[in-house]
Nanobody
């Protein structure tokens, strides 16, 4: 399975971005999915996930980010609103156990 993430970019604080992750293959519907992020020198951290229909968010993004999936077109989304400079990171999608390459999100103050 290959994952292609897109949608990252440069945005001012308070702005929004929508990340997408398209999966090849037909196992998408049965897998746990999630978005993670990583900044240099720090461990990769979970941002949001959907596991057996249950969504979970990191405390730092609750109320601002929304994870969703479209099983018909094998796509995972992360809607990010009210972005903050501390959200700056490389964002990775995960369709267990596979990883996408990541997309850079930069939030300027």
């Amino acid at each position: 399975v290959q994952l292609q993430a897109s949608g990252g970019g440069l945005v001012q604080a308070g702005g929004s971005l929508r990340l997408s992750c398209v999966a090849s293959g037909n196992t998408f519907s049965f897998n746990a999915v999630g978005w993670y992020r990583q900044v240099p020198g720090k461990q990769r951290e979970l941002v949001a996930s959907i596991i057996r229909g249950v969504t979970n968010y990191a405390d730092s993004v609750t109320g601002r980010f929304t994870i969703s999936r479209n099983d018909a077109n094998y796509t995972l989304y992360l809607q990010m609103n009210n972005l903050k400079p501390e959200d700056t990171a490389i964002y990775y999608c995960n369709v267990y156990p596979w990883w996408g390459r990541g997309t850079q999100v930069t939030v300027s103050s």
